[in-house]
């Protein structure tokens, strides 16, 4: 070692060349990732592995261009298009293809449902909303977006709500006044509530009255929000003037928009407080969260569904209805919520206990540490799991078809019994053109949830 | 081991007056069954630059983060700037806001911006207008040399940039204490300077500090005094002078052989 001369010293800068061409270019693309491991003959055993990777390509090639082919000619080269001669089920036996016609048919009841022809435009309002009000928020370069979003969350569902169903009364000057004189209740315990929120919420009136003045701050929402929505809905059915469309009239992609989105905005701060109360250091609080979270993610969603539809009505009142739409909607939302928390809870204990800290020793109240500093990053860590939740959820809004709420899909199973339309092929079509709907939808939230994770990771940049 | 009691008077100067910061009578502490903190008797007085040392699991950092109830003690009392620390949640909040605090990790906010990180406490724990808590945020980040990565993200910085941040943070509450744990010790030798100078000058503008460290220049340099725990006892406390160069108890010797030796 001691003779060996290890001096040296760099006298010229060594050059810097291009990147050979099996690096660059379509060639080289071409030559990594298809070539490249069908090209070494040198041992036998490369050369085995070099001929399996030929079959293998050659292979998928073929199973590619014969789906494509199938599916084409299915949707397409053989399908029938126009039924002009009103020939139904016979003008689509006469090719083996798709049946087109069906779907143009049956379209209206797809997206409605039973929803009464002349009432759709208040189905169709609230869909042009829905899209509108969606893509203001998703869209970066929309200015107010937090103050659409707020009017989506609040408003928007009670806007549909009153589009959708009608006015709660018929216009008679009896029932305004039967309504005006159901508010002042409630109107006046939430000025209670709020009253005694006010006075607690410093803690001048003591430690326990603090504790209790949250609650007494959602008891003021709550008790608002029957005082308010009457009249909110009041003051809209006397301008507009609208019919009661019952829900049971609903169907197709409305109902299936109606569930999920409600399950959507429900379950995701009914989740955040789940996982916050699993958390927390108080017993009555955690249990019940626990509770809870275990037993819905313990039963099936179906057995729930059935139980709100079938058995409910024997533990009520005769004559106590509860509608069926709103047991489902609310089942669901119970359920996504359950898996939600879990999700939350994960990033939760993401969170290194420096960041608590670091707040903590700012003076930051924990609400405000919640707020501003845990929940930002522990939301962010788990985006792909939230809207993993999302997706299913707006999957298995199709199980409410089991007791008979005609959503999307059960209003296909529906209008397929119809027999003008029964050709061998009318099925395949429909679950065609549903499976497609449900893609754009499912597609569309996971692509926009990759795109939040790339804008909110700053951790690494 | 012998535990002496020497009663040091804070060294007299420009920026120590007898205004007591933070007493601290008869402290106990145990996590579990173990007995962390013994019998805790600490008087800091106003403008005292006190370093705390010892050997790793002898409770100094617990010692620190009592002071602003990150932890919580069982026994004793802790009065910072006459505010009792008790089980009261809003003593607690105003003691925080009150007692800055740096951490070994820094502990910054990766989602916001360095400017967001300085004016977030401010903005929602003191109430300032948003507009007066960047002007004050912009006057920290320019006294800890760094107003020009005001709009990067934490992830940006190096270490000690990060840690800069970290105290110009704590500084954007106007702290009348503030509380150091180990704040070099997760950095390269490199910026151990960049964040030792910030402290100094620090010091030397009369605020009140407790450290954590093991960086024993600086102890030297600006500490009124010196503390050295073992075992959850506060075991010896002298000037910097009388502490490095005759200390009294044999742990005490022991522990600066070891530091000190190579």
Known sequence: MSDQ???????????????????????????NNIFASMADYSTPSKAISSILMIGMTLFTAYSLVWMTW?????????????????????????????????IQAKWYQFMYGFYPKEEIWRVQLSMVMLAIGTLWMVLPMMPARGKVAAIMLFVYPIVVFVLLNGGPVEHGTDDIGRIVAGVWFPLIAAGVCFAAWWLTRDGK????????????????????????????????????????????????????????????????PVGVLLALGRQSNAPIIKYSSVLFIEVVRGIPLISVLFFASAMLPYFLEPGVDFNKLLRAMIGVAMFASAYMAEVIRGGLQAMPKGQYEGGMSLGLSFWQQMRLIILPQALTTV?????????????????????????????????????????????YTGYLVISIIYFIFCFGMSRYSVYMEKKLDRSHR | MSVEQTNVT??????????????????????????????????????ERIVVCGPSGSGKSTLIRC???????????????????????????????????????????PHLTILENCTLAPIWVRKIPKKEAIETAMHYLEKVKIPDQANKYPGQLSGGQQQRVAIARSLCMKPRIMLFDEPTSALDPEMIKEVLDTMIQLAEEGMTMICVTHEMGFARQVANRVIFMADGQIVEQNEPEGFFNNPQSERTQQFLSQILGH
């Open chain 2, 10 to 47: 804070p060294r007299g100067g420009m920026t120590v007056s007898d205004e007591v910061a933070i007493q601290i009578t008869g402290m106990n502490k145990w996590y579990g069954q173990f007995h962390v903190l013994r019998d805790i008797d600490l008087t800091v007085y106003q403008g």
């Open chain 2, 67 to 109: 002071i602003n109830a990150l932890e919580e003690h069982q026994a004793g009392s802790i009065t910072v700037d006459n505010t009792l620390l008790s089980s009261d949640l809003k003593n607690i909040d105003k003691i925080r806001s009150e007692v800055g605090m740096c951490f070994q990790h820094f502990n910054l906010f």
């Open chain 1, 383 to 427: 985006i792909p799991g939230i809207v993993n939740t999302f997706i299913g959820m707006f999957k298995d809004t199709t199980l409410v078809l089991i007791i008979s709420i005609f959503d999307l899909l059960g209003i296909l199973s529906a209008t397929l019994k119809d027999p003008e339309w029964s050709t061998p092929t009318t099925a």
């Open chain 1, 5 to 31: 001369n290890i001096f040296y010293v760099r006298t010229e800068e060594a050059p810097r060349l291009p990147a050979p061409p099996s690096q660059q270019g379509i060639t080289g693309w071409l030559w």
């Open chain 1, 205 to 268: 009136m003591g430690d326990v009255a603090m504790a209790l003045s949250p609650a007494m701050l959602m008891a003021t929402v709550v008790l608002g929000a029957f005082a308010v929505l009457p009249l909110i809905t009041l003051g809209i059915d006397l301008t507009l003037g609208t019919e009661i469309v019952e829900t049971n009239k609903w169907g197709g992609l409305t109902i299936t928009l109606v569930v999920a989105i409600f399950g959507i905005v429900i379950s995701l």
């Open chain 1, 70 to 102: 199938t599916m084409l000619d299915f949707a397409i080269f053989s399908a029938t298009f126009s039924d002009p001669a009103g020939g139904k089920r016979e003008t689509c036996l006469a090719n083996g293809g798709a049946c087109w016609p069906f």
